[in-house]
């Protein structure tokens, strides 16, 4: 099955992924993972660095004339603002300069980031040690590996598609802007809400038997772990702890044109870990970026004498981008366990082993 390691530090040389379990037989689109990077720097209130950044992937290994080998995938994406920060965050003590390391040295940690934390438990004095790769510009390298899972649910007919639902308290769109400016202006951050549906999953996706099968499960993880997410609800979600449970499960009905249906879809899609058939809704709630302009109280870690928490350039609100981050999660993890269920290590295979199962299910169930 589809696993990967990333690698690379906010404003180090390139950030990496290593993708392995990839089926062999699977046009990989260079340009279509470039349009979703790029797409993934957009949004209203995003930071300066967006500008110097041109987000591209090179692919070096598992890919000959655009199609997968079943080897594994090499991912590359260059930061451009490498030039201005070598000196800083150089590899060899040869070309790092010591008096710009001090100017840039953390050492007053930012509430609400990994920075102290990080440095206790990593026993770093200089905060920075953690920053650079606690920083979600990781996420760029992430969302090049989800792109390459799209492209494999798209063989399934399997889509995935994100809106942002709100940004601060406000939910009207036309408003959204507003909001970002008056955070903006205030030197403050937003954070907000935002929708992923899958369209047109497979009944059977995930499992009851373990844990650590059920996908409902493993996509919260997964949804968790992209920086500054802090809730997570699939379809009715925290709605449904305020209701009984006549108005919350959906009912089961059937024709011989539909076979098995719902005219609701309050599970969003997952029943005990596994896929109804129905499309999958998961919403993410994103807190406030925690580096502020205006600054934080915090601790000189050196001194131990208060002091305002260091400010880095950064977003003033970048709800619109994490929506893609987690379109490019849920792709991971579905195609995990559209991997679980058909198996094979080519395309064709895994193919024929999801055509036998639909005529299963079809002769067996009627639907």
């Known amino acids: 099955m589809l696993r990967f390691l990333t690698a690379g530090e906010s404003h180090g040389k390139s950030l990496v992924a290593i993708i392995e379990g990839l089926p062999a037989g699977l046009n990989i689109d260079v340009e279509e993972i470039n349009r979703e990077l790029k797409k993934r720097q957009l949004g209203y209130g995003r930071s300066k660095r967006m500008e110097i950044e041109e987000d591209k992937v090179e692919i ?9 080998l079943g080897t594994p995938i090499t991912l590359i994406i260059e930061n451009k603002d490498w030039v201005n920060w070598e000196s800083i965050m150089g590899v060899t003590k ?12 953390l050492i007053c940690p930012r509430p609400g980031h990994a920075d102290l934390a990080g440095g206790i438990k990593y026993n770093q004095t200089d905060l920075r040690n953690v920053l650079e790769r606690a920083s979600a510009r990781e996420t760029a390298v992430r969302t090049a590996v989800g792109v390459i899972a799209k492209l494999l649910l798209k063989e399934f007919g399997i889509s995935i598609t994100s809106q942002v639902l709100q940004i601060g308290k406000e939910r ?8 970002i400016d008056k955070a903006k202006k205030e030197g403050d951050s937003l954070g907000g809400i935002f929708e992923i549906r899958v369209n047109n999953p ?8 373990h844990w ?23 379809g009715i979600g925290f709605k449904g702890a305020n209701l009984p ?5 959906d009912e089961i009905f059937y024709s011989s044109s539909q076979g098995f249906y719902r005219k609701t879809n309050w599970a969003g899609g997952l029943e005990g870990g596994v896929t109804n058939g129905e499309p999958i809704i998961v919403r993410c709630a994103m807190k406030p970026i925690p580096t502020l302009k205006r600054g934080l109280r915090s601790i000189n870690i050196k001194t131990k004498g208060p002091s305002i928490a260091s400010y880095e350039r950064s977003d003033i609100c970048a709800v619109f981008s994490a929506a893609l981050i987690g379109e490019a999660v849920v792709a991971i993890e579905l195609t995990r366990s559209l991997q679980e269920k058909f198996g094979g290590d080519s395309l064709e295979e895994m193919k024929q082993n999801y055509k036998n199962y639909q005529k299963m299910i079809k002769l067996k169930w009627n639907i």
Do not use: Y
């Open 60 to 68: 070096i290994s598992g890919v000959r004339g655009g199609i997968t």
């Open 94 to 105: 040869e070309v790092l300069s010591l008096s710009l390391c001090k100017e840039r040295e």
């Open 172 to 179: 009207d769109e036309k408003k959204f802007k507003q909001e």
């Open 202 to 209: 497979p009944i059977g996706l995930g499992s009851f038997v």
């Open 212 to 234: 650590d099968k059920r996908l409902d499960g493993n996509l919260a993880r997964g949804l968790m772990s992209i920086p500054a997410i802090k809730g997570i609800e699939i």
């Open 245 to 249: 449970g006549s108005q919350v499960h």
